[in-house]
């Protein structure tokens, strides 16, 4: 099955080169996504294709007007659409909602900039999300950091061993990994990982991964009530 994403965007060009190197860019070749941007200001009734307005009640800034982005979603969706918005406002990103995004058909990820939306445009969407907790200049980064997340998960475009044993796919971050040489300006590689002791070295990596959790992220331990240790 190939996924189909949509990005909505006045700024299309900041895509440019992103989704043409390494990992997507073989996804696309393979023919497991397709990607399509729309600049929602083409899909502007005004006569000088604004976007954009005062919000009422006063305040600073512009706002995202209901209009062209009501009309740019209305003429992409299909039955199989899930439509998202990028807002500092949304549920936290995590690698659970990729995975389960990455079992859709269609997404449709709506892109703001300026202040803010008209809140009426939440009604046309089926979920919204924020990368963390800081406000960047618009949702663009924030598609590109959905879309990489995603596209790396489909069915074969990276090795299903790679995604069992990365950071998340079991509440733990990563293990810790070295490469040649064995000793770098007097650091060393923990020794049980030259012994070829497979069973050991499983033991180890089990155990620097928990310990490392806990140093950087105490709260994925805690969160972790169920004990995979
Ligand atoms: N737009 C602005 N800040 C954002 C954030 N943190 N996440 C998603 N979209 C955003």
Redesign the pocket.
């Known amino acids: 099955m190939k996924m189909r994403i949509d990005i909505l965007t006045l700024f299309p060009d900041m895509y440019q080169g992103v989704f043409e190197e390494s990992i997507i860019k073989r996804a696309k070749e393979m023919g497991k996504v397709e990607i399509y941007f729309h600049n929602f200001r083409d899909d502007s009734l005004d006569p000088h294709k604004k976007v954009d307005d005062t919000p009422y009640g006063g305040g600073p800034g512009m706002v995202l007007s209901c209009q062209p982005i009501f009309d740019c979603v209305a003429k992409i969706r299909t039955k199989d659409s899930k439509v998202i918005l ?3 406002s ?1 549920k936290v990103y995590k690698e659970k909602i990729a995975i389960e995004l990455s079992h859709e058909k269609h997404l449709i990820l709506i892109c ?1 900039h300026y202040e803010g939306f008209d809140e009426r445009i939440r009604t046309i969407c089926d979920l919204e ?4 907790d ?3 200049t ?2 663009e980064i ?1 598609s590109m950091v959905l879309v990489d997340s995603i596209v790396r998960l489909l069915p074969d475009v990276i090795s299903k061993d790679s995604l069992l044993e990365e950071s998340f796919s079991n509440q733990l971050l990563d293990y810790p990994t070295y490469t040649k040489p064995a000793i770098y300006k007097g650091l060393k590689v923990p020794e049980v990982l030259l012994s070829g002791n497979h069973a050991l070295i499983e033991k180890w990596r089990k155990e620097a991964a928990y310990n490392k959790t806990l140093e950087m992220r105490p709260d994925l331990v805690e969160g972790d009530k169920n004990g995979t240790l």
Request: aromatic share 6%.
């Open positions: 990028l807002t500092p949304g703001g999300i924020s990368i963390g800081y406000v960047l618009g949702g924030a």
